[in-house]
């Protein structure tokens, strides 16, 4: 698995660059990543991107926060190499913008998003054809390190439930009841057999996690809405940065 693409936001609030990773580990049904020409994941002409180039790239630009994003950016072998060099050289604040949290955090992260599918392990294979178990451990095991972690799931109607939604909050706040936790509407992709929940399926997850955790939100969005949030949000406004 290699990084493929480079993108820096330069706008007040939300500076960063992002490292994307080709390639996930999960089987998650329903992934709109791996739907081809979705919009989301890595085209066929895609070329990898090596740990020197990226490096020079971000002693080039003098990175203050690099993400780690993906696909799977844990699966990733010049990772560790890559954080070592922005945390350590540059300063620079690291974070795993996003993560199916199979593999462990390594070192030179200073925080991280895990997705936590479910907590039921039964449901956890069924829908990503993976165990749960390294996901739950590798999640406290971040936490006890003191990297600042927080945790997402996206409802789906029919394998990921409310009361699933509410044991993963359980799990979370065993550790730190203070955790952000974020829930995220299923949007559906083609041929999937899967509908996006209701706004009121969203809330009612959102009141379930707030019985355990204290800082939780919700999103509803369609493809439409999505897209237009991505055009108005500066956090969204990045550009491409030729490696």
């Not at 740990?51 to 699966?75: C, D, M, N, S, Y």
């Not at 237009?228 to 969204?236: G, H, L, S």
């Amino acid at each position: 698995m290699a990084f493929y693409k480079v993108t820096m936001n330069e706008n007040e609030g939300h500076e960063r660059v992002c490292l994307y990773n080709k390639g996930c580990n999960f089987r998650c049904i329903g992934c709109a990543y791996k739907v081809p020409n979705a919009g989301i994941g890595p085209s066929e002409s895609e070329k990898e991107i090596g740990a020197k180039q990226i490096i020079e790239a971000l002693r080039k630009i003098g990175a203050t926060k690099v993400h780690f994003i993906g696909g799977e950016p844990l699966i990733n072998a010049d990772l560790i190499k890559i954080a070592e060099f922005a945390h350590e050289e540059l300063g620079a604040k690291t974070a795993i913008g996003h993560s199916n949290g199979s593999k462990r955090i390594p070192d030179f992260i200073d925080e991280a998003t895990v997705s936590i599918k479910a907590v039921d392990d039964a449901v956890h294979r069924a829908y990503t054809g993976m165990s749960n178990s390294s996901v739950l451990a590798n999640f406290k095991d971040a936490y006890e390190r003191g990297i600042k972690m927080k945790a997402s799931t996206v409802l789906i109607p029919g394998i990921v439930s409310i009361k699933e939604v509410g044991g993963i909050a359980a799990f979370v706040a065993d550790i730190d009841g203070r955790i952000p936790f974020h829930i995220t509407a299923y949007m559906p992709v083609p041929d999937a057999g899967l509908r996006a929940p209701t706004e009121q399926e969203v809330g009612g997850a959102v009141l379930a996690a707030k019985k355990h955790l204290i800082n939780v939100s919700g999103s509803a969005l369609n493809a439409e809405s999505f897209s237009k949030t991505k055009a108005m949000n500066p956090a969204f406004r990045s550009h491409r940065v030729e490696v």
